[in-house]
Structures are given as C-alpha cells and as structure tokens.
C-alpha cells in the first residue's frame, strides 16, 4: 500500500474500524497544517513535536484529539473530519499554549488547551462558511490565531491565567539603530559561521511552525512532507530560505533568524501557493517565492505591532500573506488554480492539469477533420 | 390585546396614528437590542435605564428617537424602521456616551449623542448590506460598537471631546499574580456573602447591557424580556450566569464579576442562539451555553486588548461571538437555524418548526398508501 | 480633442504607441486617487507632488510605473491596467514612503518603494476579488494603506528599516484639557488669521492626499480635477472644507489643521459620495458632506488609535467612510448609485440618469395610447 500523496487506499482500510479512523484522522489534521492530507506526514510531524519537547508532543496530540472529536460531537461534515479538516487548528492551539502557558505538565494548562481546541472547531466551522462561502477561499489557520490570542491576551490579567515568561508587553520603540542582525543562538552567544547559521535559521524555520525549535524536528518534518509530496518539500524548503533572505535584507534581529522564527510562515505560505492553490508553473513558482517574502514582512510588522501586549505573531503573516495570493486567481489568466475542494497533492495538480490539456488539444485535432 | 410576542396586532393599530407608529417603532428598537421585537419590552428597558440613572434613560432615548429618525429621512425600509431595526443601535450609542462622557445633562454631549446616533444608522445599513447580503447573518450591535468607540479614541485629543474619567489609557501589563477575583462592590469593599455576590453578578449583568449598573434595573429587564418571550427570558438569566461563571474560573477580577461586567456580552450571545437565530432543542441549548462561555472570554480579551487607550470593551464580545455560533449554520445538519427575515420569538420558532415536522409526517404518511 | 471627462478618444489614439500607452496609464492612475480616469488631471497632480517636493514627486512616479508594470507582468486585466487602477495605490506608496523613510534620494529608500509599490498591485487584486466580487464596492486605496503600513511597523525594528523622524511612537493619552485648536503653521508659530488658516487647511488638505503640504499643489490639483470633472472640484474643496470645520468643531489640535491633515481624506470622500458613487441629487449631495464628516471624525480617531506605533493614519479613514456610504446602495429608493463597471464623471452620470428617465417617460407615455 503506497504512503505516496493523499493515501485513499489506506484511508478507505480505515474507515472499517472507527478507533483506527479517528487516529488516521488526527494524523492527517497535522499534516493538514502544511496542506499534507496523509497520516504518515502527520505522525512525522507529531515526532518532530515530541523531538521538539515531549510536552509540546503530548500537547500537540491532545488539541488535535478534542478539536476532531468536538467536531464529531457537534455532528461537521464527516468527509471534512476525515481529510484532517477539523485537526490542524486544534494541534496548533494545543502546541501554542503548551509554549507560550507555564508551567509543563500542568493540569490547568490543559483545561485551557481542551478548551481552546473545542472552540478553535466552532470558529474553523465559521470562518469557512463565511470564507469558502462567498470567497472560495478557506480561512487556513485563522481560527487558531484568533483562539490562541483571544486567550493568552485575557491572560495577562486572569489569575489562573498560567501565562509564561515569553508573554512580556512593552512600548514599542524605534530599535533600527541598535539592531543586530548577525546570525547566533542567542543575544549572548558568538556569531555562528554561515553553514551552521543559514542550516538553523531554514530548518528551525520549518520546526518553528510547530512550536519546535530544533534543526532535527525540521528535518524530521521534511521528510514527513517528502512522504506526501516531493514538490511541497522543496517549496518548504524554499520558502524558509526566502523568509530567512528576507529578514537578513530587511536587517532583523539574527537571534531570531537563527530560531527559525523568520521562516515558518514563509515556508508555509510558499508551499500554498506553489503547488497546492495553483498549479506548479514557472509564473506561480515566482509568485511562490514573492509570497514567502510577503509572509516575512507580515511577520516582522505583526511581531512590531503586538509588543504592547507581549503576544507572538502564530501563523497569522502565513494566513493573511497566502489569502492575498490566493486570492489572485480570476485576476490573472495566466494562472491556474485549483478549487478548494479539488486539492489533493502538488503532483497530482500537474497530471490532472497536463491530461486535461492533452484531452483539450486531443477534441482540438479531432474537430478539424470532423 | 396580548402583549406576549411580537404584538402584531397592537403594532398594526399602532400604523394608523404616525406618532404612535414613531413611539412603537423606538420602543421596539430598544427591545431589539435583546432580540425582543416587543415595545412593552423596550419600555420594561427604558424603565430600568432610568432607574440606572435619569440621565442614561434621557440618553438612551434621545439615541433610539434620533437613530429612528435619520433612517426615516434616508428613506430606509419602512418595515425594517418599524421592527425597530434601526433603534437598537442609536440607544447604546445614547447610553454608551452619556456614560463615558463628562459632564451629565451637557448639551455638548447630547450634540455628540445625536451625532452618533444618527451615523449608526448609516452604518448599520452599509454593514447589513455586507452581513446579511453575503452571509446571511446581521451584523448586530457592531454599528453602535464601532461608532461609539470611533468617538470615543478620537475625543482622548480633542478639546471638546468631553471624555471622564472612565476613560483611562494605560500599558497593558501581566497582573495574573495580583489579581483577586472575590466578589465585591469595589476594590476597597468587603467580601460579598455567597448568595449576595451572585445575585448582583448576574442581574447586574443583565442591567449592563444597558449601562444600568443596578441589580433592580436587571430584574425589570428580565421581567420584560419574559413578557415577550418566557425562553429568553431563561437564557438571559442563564447566560449572565454563565458568564459570571466563566470569569470566575478564569480568575478574572471580582470587582468587574460583582458589578455584572462579565455578564452583559454572555446574556446577550446565550439569548440569541438559544432559540433566536437556531431552534431550541438540546444542541443548541448546549451551543447557547458555549457561546456564552467563548462571549466571556472575548470580554476579557477585548478588555486587556483596549488598555492602551482606556477603551470599554462595549458589545464587541457578543457580536463576535455570536456571530461565531451563528455561523455554524449550514456546517451541521444537527442544528435547525432559522433565516433572518423568519425570526419572531423562540417559542413561536419551536411551534413552527413542531408544526413543519408534523407536516412532513402527515405527507409521508399520506405518501405511503398513494 | 478635448480633455474632458475620461478622454476617450486620446486613449484610443494612445492605443497605437506601447510607450504611450504606459504613460497613458500611469498617469490615469495617478488621477485615479480621487476618481479621475483622466492623464491631464493625473499630470497636474505629479506637477503638484514635484512642486511640494522633487524628491516626493520622483517617488510618486517611481510608485505608480512599478505597480503598473507589476500589473502587466503578473497578466492583470488590460482593460484595468489602462484606466490606471493598477496605479493609483502605487504613487501613493511611493509618495508615503518617501514622506515617512529618511534621507531624500536613498537607493535603499527606492528598493522599498519598488517592492511595496509591487506588492500593492497583487494586493489590491485580491481585495478587488473579495470587495467587487462579493460586495460590488471597490476596496479603494485598502492596498496602498495596508502595505506602507505593514512596512512602517515592521521597519521600526529593522536595521535597514529607515525610518524618519515622522514615526515617533508614544503614549496614547488623555490631552483634552491642553489641546488648541487655533490655526497656525506649528506649534510655536503665531495665530494665523482667518482668511490665511481656512485658505492654509482646504488647499493643504487637498494637496496632503498626495503627501504635499502645499497650497500652490492643493490650487493645482483642484485645476487638474476640474479638467475632468467640474463637480469632483467642487466636492473637492467642499469635502476638504467640512474636514476643516469638523476638526474645528471637535477641538482638534489647530497646527493639524492648518496644515490640511483634516482635509484630505473628507475632500476624496465627499467627491467619491457626491457624484461619483451615486448620480448627483439633493440627498447624494448632503450624504456627500455626511461622510465627508464621518471620514474627518475616522480621521481622529485612527491617528490616536495609532500613536503607540507612531504610524500615520493615512487614507484608511477616506476607505472606510466611503464604503460606509457607497454600501447604503440598496438601503434606500431615494439614492441612485452607479455600478462600479460603469463609473465615468459625475458629469456623465447625471446626463445618462436624466436620459434613462425621459426614456422611461416615453415609454409611459407611449404606454397610455396603446
């Protein structure tokens, strides 16, 4: 049974019995974060997690586990809760609590977590009405953005609140002069030479979208794409270096380069757009890479504009940088997208894409002599 | 006459004397902010303002009378404007300002209050227009929130902007370790009794809705809102618990929880999914509680989110989160919503959809003999 | 041939030259900003951002060929391109950034104003997609603002981000008490007199929608404007007046005001209202001066809503009081709005409705006989 693209066969095997479904559903809920519908990519990253911090691991599982299950409970599409759907929103929510909440382990954090993932299906749900709806778009990670900052900025003033020390509101200032933007681990830390410094920022770049800030869990996570679709994993690959590029051109802070911090939403926004929303070309390859670098300029104003607060930016630069760019299509012809609910695997798009163009040329050359 | 329900036949008597129409009409749209098409509900709310204080009662009414007016002169839908449709926002303009603005009985504060109110008609019907044209939901209080507040910022700078001392700009800080979440009138005061503490938690919750901080402004809102709809009425009650509930459990601050501010957003949002926007069967009773929960939290996030201009959280909380659940429709075949332009009361929504179950029936039974 | 209105016939007869029609449709989009599809309106305004600065008038330019050309590489819509509305958030990113990034001259300045005028071309076509495919309204100059947003916040922490001295981040307080609204050029200057403010706050207002804070430019640009459309000029000066005088009446800081930050975006909402959204009539007219007060009041409240980031507010009150206003389309019989496909002058609006009316009169006419 191949592990290749979206796995039909093994998921059809799986639906014979309702425990081994539900696993294979969570499982393709991680992926779905990438845009991978394919348990083996989910398991992956799930290991990439547990690499990361076995908390961030455990964490990760139990959103994903409650926003699947509030979805069966509240009675969503079950095709929908099948393709991991009601998944990638809930191990999301689950991975930035357990970060950016202290202590590990705790019980509260959890509550929060069960919480948070339950509510991050009713917002999925909503968001997509109103975005497939009317725009033919879907809402990506949207809803667990809002969730996740809803309620770590009601934190700050919750005595039971559990907000950690990466939750620090301050003024924002105009830094520019003092500004470093030398690639190293850490404010403190030596300069790390070139290799070792573009290897971190590109890998941990592709961890940090899962809260992991690990050059293995990065790999790990790769590969786990590479399972699904080699031309997503290339694009992942890209769209780090890009979002990486990027912020080394704007001059941002190295440390956080270094951490991969400038990568995650770029490597997500150019697997989207390179492949998965619109057919791979030469012309949506470039717009690829523009979106990428859009994504790294959302992340350093969106990081700017929450310091007020102390709250991170989450994947909301990848959701708004992605929409605009999916959003061109109708407004260029020389695009070719794909509807939402035709996606399958980068790969898959250009067989489709190429048959019906020889299918085309095919009642071309036939309509001639008729 | 009844005085149960929509009071249709009292509104069409009404129809022939265009002042009582006008009176009805402004009634109705304060009985609107609750979802009760209902003057003698709107009456039950302006008597609690006035209770509140005799000045938000004169605002109130100065904000529906002038919001009813504008759209008139606009030339707006004539059933919408006798629904009351566009007085809902005008009065919680009135009462917004006449709260947060110094001095009372000023007259420069009643010429923004008639300002405001006449601007949120206009913005309702632009936000309808993309609410209900492209979603199918309304925008609820949003035009009031966004008036309200678009004064409110600007005003902190203007020398005429009359802002007291409610409005206070601040950083925003992480109090978790601070906070004390006892319920009492005020910071200074001693610990309320049990019993004491929840009574004025959730009807002055219910009150606040209104700006009437007054446990006895509650019970009469109560009592008019279960003079046109005895489910409603139970929500209300339900969901200003809940909310009060919530902010407990998150540790929220007990001086906010006394004085009902965690109770007005959820009362709202329990309301209308609760029989308004879905039939009432248990999911939905459930989804009502949820919402109220999800309300709360967006209290406490909008809240912290404003500290740096001292800005009230207002209804923001129960438009987003209702909306949220509202939204569901469609995404669950489990839940039964009824269309904007079929709402009257929960009980008759329960009666119609009984009446259309049985009809089915009646024609399949009917079906199977032919 | 005739320079009035959209100068159809010089379009067509540009057709024939590629360069000429680039040139065509840069400088159309350069009047686009205020709604003129017309290249001698568009040249005025350039001479007017050149005679408030050479260095904001290379900018602007520099702003509007990029997106253009991005328009053409990226396959947009031909039709579009050469009404320039791939052009006119581009001189105004242009324009911005060399306003708010320092030193004058900068190639790295210029590499910014390259990618952001790049980036609002894909931008707008998105928000185009959403606004005008759901919505029928156009998104304005959304694009424009959110990319030089996006930019200013994020440089604020960026090495190479170069911003100037405009961008100051600060506090948001309460400083009614201190403000004056009296007339002056600054703040350590004399009280102008009446004639030289008022003078001083319509023409600056309207030379500060293209970043020049001139009332030599605002003169020019308001000749420009009457070149294609006498009514837009006079909504021109209107609307910048009502800015003014709502600034005046809130007790807004005089310095401000003089200096036509008041003006700008109450001048192009008035003229988008009053004839070009909605066929010229009694009520457009004073709805025209409605929003032209709702823009001044956004105005206020966006520049406090920003001060923690030191950010200007830019267009975005023009954008969202005019889709407020252009949104009532539909809400009221008594307005006539035009479609967005079919927008020439408000000139041609008005001979086209009067014609569409006496047809419909003859064909009453006709119907009586028969």
Not at 120 to 138: D, E, K, R, Y
Not at 298 to 315: C, V
Not at 352 to 364: D, M, T
Request: aromatic share 10%; glycine share 12%.
């Amino acid at each position: 049974m191949s592990v290749n693209g979206t796995m039909q066969a093994w998921g059809e095997r799986a639906d014979g019995n309702p425990l081994l479904a539900f696993v294979d559903s969570c499982l393709r809920g991680v992926g779905q974060v990438c845009f991978m519908n394919n348990p083996v990519t989910g398991l992956a990253i799930v290991i990439a997690m547990f690499i990361g911090e076995p908390w961030l691991g455990f964490a990760g599982l139990l959103g994903v586990v409650v926003s699947t299950l509030a979805a069966i409970v509240i009675g969503m599409d079950r095709g929908a809760i099948r393709a991991g759907l009601f998944g990638f929103n809930g191990v999301l929510v689950g991975g930035a609590l357990s970060l950016f909440l202290q202590p590990d382990w705790d019980i509260v954090v959890m509550v929060w977590i069960v919480l948070g993932a339950s509510l991050s299906t009713i917002l999925h749900a909503a968001l997509a009405n109103v975005f497939i709806g009317a725009h033919a778009v879907p809402p990506f990670t949207l809803a667990f953005n809002f969730i996740t900052l809803i309620f770590l900025i009601g934190a700050l003033n919750f005595a039971n609140g559990r907000v950690g020390g990466l939750i620090a509101p301050a003024d924002a200032q105009v830094t520019r002069g003092s500004v470093s933007n030398t690639l190293r681990s850490a404010a403190d830390a030596a300069t790390a030479n070139n290799l070792e410094g573009v290897l971190n920022a590109i890998f941990r770049g592709i961890g940090q979208l899962f809260f992991a800030n690990s050059i293995v869990a990065g790999i790990v996570i790769v590969v786990g794409i590479a399972v699904c679709s080699r031309i997503a994993a290339i694009f992942a690959v890209v769209g780090s270096t890009v979002g990486m590029l990027t912020g080394l051109a704007l001059g941002a802070n190295g440390v956080a380069i270094y951490n991969g911090l400038w990568g995650f939403n770029s490597f997500d926004a150019a697997l989207a757009v390179g492949g998965v929303f619109f057919v791979l070309t030469w012309r949506s390859g470039v717009l690829a890479v523009a979106c990428a670098v859009f994504a790294a300029m959302l992340f350093g104003a969106i990081g700017t504009l929450f310091i007020p607060w102390g709250l991170p930016a989450l994947t909301l630069p990848f959701c708004f940088a992605t929409l605009a760019f999916v959003l061109l299509k109708g407004a260029s012809t020389e695009l070719e997208p794909v509807e939402v609910a035709d996606i399958t695997t980068p790969e898959e798009h250009l067989a489709l894409s190429a048959a019906e163009r020889s299918q085309q040329e095919g009642v071309g050359r036939q309509a001639v002599p008729a």
